[in-house]
């Protein structure tokens, strides 16, 4: 069946944009991830959806950071006046309960010039 | 600091030869377990997972990994590496401050030599 997909996979801003990242979980999975993996280091965990609520948003790094589900499936995840900081790879993941067995995204490769 | 510790960020191996990837976590409590493994151009893929019981756990392409609670340790191992493992390896665990949230190592990027 078809994995998580997200769009686009590659997004150049200029430093000041906002950019908005797309996650389409696998469908029927309740739980939804999102992930940011600089150059050269593990994914860290930014925020967590149950269906439409967002449970967990304890990673995000700071107010710039939004990210929604409102009808419970497809998920984005909107970075404001965009950093050159923010360059990284933004991962989505999704399961049908829980981070464990949880598939991931391909990830959107985000650069800040 | 709760973290995820991978000692090894670049190992390079000839085909054939054995592989352990260490990985230790700085948490007391009950946590589950994961290796990831990302091949070049590809998103992460589940190696394996250790929930409870036996603490020898066996994933895919031969994988292993053991447990050992007292150390804090859930090492990767390979009898014998092939070309095709090479990839950047990722270990996981939740349970760290809650279990909706996987805490990664900095990974290990592994290169096999034909």
């Known amino acids: 069946g078809a994995g998580v997909s997200q769009s686009p996979r590659y997004k150049v801003a200029k430093r000041g944009q906002d950019v908005a990242l797309r996650c389409d979980p696998i469908s029927g999975h309740v739980s939804l991830f999102w992930y940011q993996q600089a150059l050269g280091q593990g994914p860290e965990f930014l925020t967590y959806f149950q269906n439409e609520a967002q449970l967990d948003k304890s990673g995000l790094p700071s107010d710039r950071f939004f990210a929604e589900r409102p009808e419970g499936s497809v998920s984005t995840l909107k970075i404001q006046r965009t950093q050159q900081e923010d360059s990284a790879v933004y991962l989505c993941?999704?399961?049908?309960?829980?981070?464990?067995?949880?598939?991931f995204g391909p990830g959107t490769r985000l650069t800040v010039t | 600091a709760q973290s995820v510790s991978q000692h090894n960020h670049h190992v390079i191996l000839s085909e054939a030869a054995s592989l352990e990837l260490g990985c230790n976590y700085s948490y007391g409590g009950t946590v589950n377990l994961f290796w990831y493994v990302q091949y070049p151009g590809q998103h992460l893929q589940l190696l394996l997972k250790y929930f409870s019981g036996d603490p020898l756990v066996k994933g895919i392409k031969g994988f292993e990994a053991e447990f050992i609670k007292s150390k804090f340790s859930f090492n990767l191992r390979k009898p014998s590496v092939q070309w095709s493992d090479t990839a950047e390896y990722f270990c996981?665990?939740?349970?760290?401050?809650?279990?909706?949230?996987?805490?990664f190592g900095a990974g290990t990027r592994l290169a096999v030599h034909p």
């Open positions: 993941a999704s399961s049908k309960g829980g981070s464990q067995g949880a598939g």
């Open positions: 996981a665990v939740n349970g760290l401050g809650g279990y909706n949230k996987l805490i």
